[in-house]
């Protein structure tokens, strides 16, 4: 017979506190149940992405990352010991989604056998695609490291433009130090004005200069792969940021270069430089551990002035520090996580 018994735990998702019971006995698989509430189906995937390869940069393409909002009720994560595996099952979901319908969905990290095996956290949707029956054979994919399934009609666009901005005399009223905060304020700048608000509580985004030559911002991506975004906006700032994402850069998914030169004062300058290695790069197995090798940053004046940042956490965020990640089997598969720089 099982042993059942349920207790108050002190473990944490998040800033969720999570209930606990156990089911284990002669002949019966030893599994752990944690009681997390409501969740996000995009929140619960983050999380068992994180334990496979910590601060991976993960997301579901299109059309698939209508998932992320799937709300999951009541939602019972299971640490299931006899097989090495962390996930959920999820039944009667009754979601439809236009192109899916879902009756059902489970979502499973493990290590392969003896927990010494590759990573995954296999995803499988019960339900139907397009019309098509999958209840039986649900459609299912490893998401660290196999493409999202192919649906007819909604592959990525060529060239897809995202933003294309074009002004003169006019300058932003604060240079950000990054490109995507550069293509952030000139996107609000564009904005209708709140005529419930008042106008001087928030000040435009541009302002006028007459010293200011011509103004191009835009953001495009290409096959749903490349990501570019660039400024031009003589002599005040110059940018250019390329990522590379999805299956189609194969292992180069990940990769981040941006550069970006801000007028500082009439007589200095600076060039900041950030990269981020591709995640296959970037994250290092070893045995039951992993390393996250941090992002890069360089900033250089031009009166000769420099500086190097490994990842340091600003604001107590360690998503670009170096990371070490163990799991502990204490019986069941428990990550320890340290950040540093």
Do not use: C
């Amino acid at each position: 017979m099982p042993i059942d018994f349920q207790v108050y735990s002190l473990l944490r998702l998040g800033n969720l506190p999570l209930k606990a019971s156990a089911d284990f006995g002669p002949g019966v698989d030893t599994i752990f149940k944690l009681q997390m509430g409501d969740m996000s189906l995009g929140e619960v995937l983050q999380y068992l992405v994180n334990l496979a390869v910590p601060d991976m940069d993960f997301e579901l393409t299109p059309p698939w990352d209508v998932l992320n909002d799937i709300n999951l009720r009541n939602l019972t994560l299971e640490v299931d010991v006899t097989r090495g595996r962390v996930g959920f099952a999820y039944q009667d979901l009754g979601v439809d989604l236009t192109f899916l319908k879902l009756t059902g969905l489970e979502v499973w990290y493990g290590r392969g056998a003896g927990g010494g095996g590759r990573k995954s956290v296999d995803v499988s949707l019960f339900g139907t695609l397009l019309g098509q029956d999958f209840t039986d054979k649900p459609i299912t994919w490893d998401v660290l490291n196999q493409p999202a399934p192919a649906v007819p009609g909604t592959g990525a666009a060529t060239f897809d433009l995202e933003y294309l901005g074009l002004g003169q005399h006019v300058t932003l009223r604060t240079l950000p130090g990054t490109m995507g905060g550069v293509i952030d304020q000139l996107e609000e700048a564009s904005q209708p004005i709140d005529p419930t608000k008042n106008p001087l509580s928030s000040l435009p985004k541009l302002k006028f200069d007459a010293s200011s030559g011509w103004l191009i911002g835009t953001k495009f991506s290409v096959l749903g792969a490349v990501s570019l975004s660039a400024v031009f906006n003589d002599p005040n700032l110059y940018g250019l940021l390329v990522g590379l994402s999805g299956p189609r850069v194969g292992s180069l998914a990940g990769l981040q270069f941006e550069i970006l030169y801000r007028k500082i004062s009439p007589t200095l300058g600076l060039y900041s430089i950030h990269l981020k290695l591709p995640d296959a790069v970037r994250t290092i197995d070893v045995g039951e551990a992993s390393i996250t090798l941090p992002v890069i940053d360089l900033d250089v004046y031009t009166n000769g002035n420099f500086l190097v940042n490994l990842g340091f956490p600003r604001g107590l965020d360690f998503s670009n520090s170096f990371t070490f990640q163990v799991i502990v089997y204490v019986p069941a598969p428990i990550p320890i996580v340290g950040a540093g720089t």
